[in-house]
């Protein structure tokens, strides 16, 4: 049984920060690369970082560059989002996300974490 559970989120400050963890089970983690999404209310799912499976290659998007970090550990099938410098507009559900591309596409999700910054 495939499962994805996030946990870290909560409620800080803007300008604090919090990491979020997935630990995943039930598949072949380090074939997988890894995401991390958010949705905020009103407002469509959205790409936050991305990590390849074996590179390490990481992407994110241009709201959060210079104050997330993604990464991975393949032996504890978890992958980490430090969040940094945290603003009120990075308030929303977190989503981990695992993709596999052979030909078709192996998609898994999490359940989410709620993330809130407010003073």
């Known amino acids: 049984q495939v499962q994805l559970v996030e946990s870290g989120g909560g409620l800080v400050q803007p300008g604090g920060s919090l990491r979020l963890s997935c630990a995943a089970s039930?598949?072949?983690?380090?074939?997988?690369?890894m995401s991390w999404y958010r949705q905020a209310p009103g407002k469509d799912r959205e790409l936050v970082a991305r990590?390849?499976?074996?590179?390490?290659?990481?992407n994110y998007a241009d709201s959060v560059k210079g104050r997330f970090t993604i990464s991975r550990d393949n032996a504890k099938n978890t992958v980490y989002l430090q969040m940094n410098s945290l603003k009120p507009e990075d308030t929303a559900v977190y989503y981990c996300?695992?993709?596999?591309?052979?030909?078709?596409?192996?998609?898994?999700w999490g359940q989410g974490t709620q993330v809130t910054v407010s003073s």
């Open positions: 990590i390849a499976s074996t590179s390490g290659l990481t």
């Open positions: 996300n695992a993709q596999l591309r052979i030909g078709a596409v192996l998609q898994y």
């Open positions: 039930g598949f072949t983690f380090s074939r997988y690369a």
